[in-house]
């Protein structure tokens, strides 16, 4: 964590979107005189007037300023509105305690189901994978998960198919393919029909109708860490052409 003495220019320049980060550094654009309204993502926190760098990586920002450091850290740093896949690892009265990947473990209440009640509880077990939203997420608390919405819906959340397959990657592979410019999900979404959660920590759950085709997906996304738009392209051509079938 970042010292509360901490001052502008430690490391002897500001930090700019856009370039390589380290911990104790001002960003340059939220901390201006401007005082506009900033949302903090990963990698940064508020330290008095300042918005003060936590880790190092890459430092972004998307639309309406959010701020966040980009690396390759596979362990989790709940944030407030995210989505993440979780391992129910304990039930605890009306609690259940899941596994999100990160330092600490969530909660989640058997109310925070769309249309439950004493009567009429969610069918969860301990070892089931649940996707859901981080309703609050604080230093000083264990991150709480729901799985509905603000309409409290459920929409997409709740137990995930035992048949599906589940596998880990680094957060920066996840916020590459939920990007609108990479065109993978959608480019094997047009030849294998498939289900798919991906949560912000790193875990994403494929569904499709054989086992070939799920490995493929799998593949096709692990291979795609690194990669250009144009070979993400190649990879999903090269591998399609191996399963005709689907």
């Excluded at 603000?150 to 198919?161: F, R």
Aim: hydrophobic share 40%; with cysteine.
């Amino acid at each position: 964590m970042v010292s509360e003495d901490v001052k502008v220019g430690h490391f002897g320049r500001e930090a700019i979107v856009g370039s390589v980060v380290l911990p104790g550094q001002v960003v340059e654009e939220a901390s201006s005189a401007e005082q506009k309204k900033v949302t903090l993502g990963p990698g940064v926190e508020r330290v008095k007037e300042n918005i003060v760098v936590c880790n190092s990586g890459i430092l972004k920002k998307s639309e309406p300023n959010i701020y966040y450091v980009d690396n390759l850290q596979k362990r989790y740093t709940p944030v407030r509105k995210e989505c993440v896949i979780g391992v129910v690892t304990m039930k605890a009265g009306d609690i259940f305690k899941i596994d999100i990947n990160s330092s600490e473990q969530a909660s989640l209440s058997y109310l925070a189901f769309e249309n439950v009640s004493k009567k009429n509880r969610p069918r969860i077990e301990v070892g089931d994978l649940v996707y859901a939203q981080i309703l609050s997420a604080s230093k000083d608390m264990e991150p709480e998960l729901v799985c509905v919405n603000s309409y409290g819906k459920q929409v997409t959340m709740g137990v995930l198919p035992a048949e599906g397959f589940l596998f880990q990657c680094s957060i920066n592979l996840i916020r590459k393919i939920l990007s609108p410019e990479c065109p993978l999900l959608s480019k094997l979404g047009k030849r294998i029909p498939y289900e798919t959660a991906i949560g912000m920590n790193g875990r994403i759950w494929i569904k499709a109708k054989n086992v070939d085709a799920t490995l493929l997906i799998g593949n096709a996304i692990l291979a795609s860490e690194y990669a250009s738009t144009e070979t993400i392209n190649e990879i999903c051509d090269n591998l399609l052409k191996k399963l005709p079938n689907v």
